[in-house]
């Protein structure tokens, strides 16, 4: 690293907290799938600040929406109506088929107002005791960082030291449709769960799978909530994840590309039950719902079916996976995946998968790595078959050396 990098991380390792351990770049400047360092090194950016910047880095229709919307009005808080909300509703529940939009910041608020939502739900619908709600989650789940949240995760890293937790959680294995069913009992309200898991190394389930979780939800009465916070927006090729298996959740969970990122922007899409049963005052967000994200969201939806870019991920993501599993390397132990949320996932001997990461960037690729052996990638949904081609043989280049 050069002497400026080199300050650049020394300043954040003495005032940051050191919650995370980034590659050692520093940015500077993106454009479209291509991001540049302090050092006008050019990178493919094959994480997409985990699909938040799906429709690639600063797009120009997005930005001029956010700039003239920023001259006009940022915030009124939800104290007072706003003339970018109502279209925001409108067009995200047109797109969705959804009946009702409770409009959030960051995915763990979305994640939050879920769990608040089905809860209420539960007691004042389906007639669940008092304080006696249970929601049913996965093992290896990672639907965000918040205390509620981490208490039913299973990742030692996100829980330790950090309860006591609240209860009301139960966790089955993913992909197990009989271990579903016999979780459910009278008092379940829901069932949360990523269509594919992201954190956990870009898991997906057997086929077939999605199919009979929705109707063993709709035999019990269970609110199927999908956290496509990631996997949604055109990831994995489709609008939702959910449309692989043509099924509807009852609760659907989207963030990161609702802005494009530009802004945090998230929203719990769901049916008149679920969210009919808040009333004023039972929740909110002072900034969720401000004008300036709607107006941001709105681009952001736009543009992503506009510009053909689900169509895109479904044909570049068959491309780079094809590539992926093509290449013969005695480090891969699988590849997987599905549109543009892909993971190679190393044998144990070759080494960790941050090495790797480590050497993809002098390659000119941006990666990250996940649970030691994985390497994520998730390259904007603009990016060409060219840019397909030329990662693919740096990952090949760099899958074949042995750092273990």
């Not at 700039?67 to 706003?82: C, D, G, K, M, P």
């Not at 989650?137 to 996100?158: K, Q, W």
């Not at 199927?224 to 009852?250: N, S």
């Not at 659907?252 to 039950?273: I, M």
């Amino acid at each position: 690293m050069s002497s400026s990098v080199i300050d650049f991380v020394a300043t954040e390792q003495r005032f940051g907290a050191h919650n995370y351990e980034p590659i050692g770049v520093v940015l500077s400047r993106g454009e479209g799938v291509w991001v540049w360092d302090t050092e006008g090194n050019r990178y493919l950016d094959c994480l997409s600040a985990y699909s938040a910047v799906s429709q690639g880095h600063c797009h120009p229709k997005i930005l001029a929406a956010m700039i003239e919307q920023a001259h006009r009005l940022t915030l009124t808080s939800r104290a007072f109506h706003n003339d970018q909300l109502a279209p925001f509703y409108e067009e995200i529940a047109a797109l969705t088929g959804s009946h009702k939009v409770l409009p959030m910041n960051s995915g763990a608020e979305a994640v939050e107002s879920a769990i608040k939502s089905v809860r209420k739900w539960g007691y004042e619908v389906k007639g669940v005791p008092d304080g006696q709600a249970e929601i049913i989650v996965c093992a290896n789940n990672f639907h965000g960082r918040t205390l509620g949240i981490v208490g039913f995760s299973t990742d030692p890293d996100t829980r330790t030291h950090f309860g006591p937790f609240a209860p009301g959680f139960r966790v089955i294995p993913f992909g197990d449709a009989a271990a579903l069913e016999a979780a459910i009992t009278p008092n379940t309200v829901a069932f949360l769960v990523e269509p594919i898991q992201g954190e956990a190394g870009v898991i997906l389930p057997p086929a077939g799978y999605f199919t009979e979780v929705r109707e063993l939800c709709t035999a019990n009465n269970v609110m199927l909530v999908l956290d496509e916070i990631q996997t949604g927006l055109g990831r994995t090729g489709k609008l939702l994840a959910e449309q692989h298996e043509g099924i509807e959740a009852d609760v659907t969970l989207l963030g990161k590309a609702l802005s494009g990122g530009f802004y945090p922007v998230s929203a719990v899409l769901s049916n008149n039950d679920v969210l009919g049963t808040l009333r004023p005052g039972q929740h909110g967000s002072t900034f969720g719902g401000n004008p300036l994200a709607c107006a941001v969201a709105r681009a952001a939806l736009r543009v992503l079916t506009e510009e053909g870019m689900i169509e895109n991920a479904a044909r570049q993501g068959a491309r780079f996976l094809e590539g992926l599993k093509d290449i013969r390397a005695n480090t891969i132990r699988e590849v997987r995946g599905r549109g543009l949320m892909l993971a190679v996932e190393l044998h144990p001997e070759a080494g960790r998968a941050r090495r790797y990461c480590e050497a993809l960037q002098g390659m000119g690729i941006l990666a990250k790595d996940t649970h030691a052996q994985t390497i994520r990638i998730a390259p904007p949904l603009v990016i060409t078959s060219d840019q397909v081609d030329w990662a693919l043989e740096r990952l090949a280049s760099t899958l074949t050396q042995d750092f273990s």
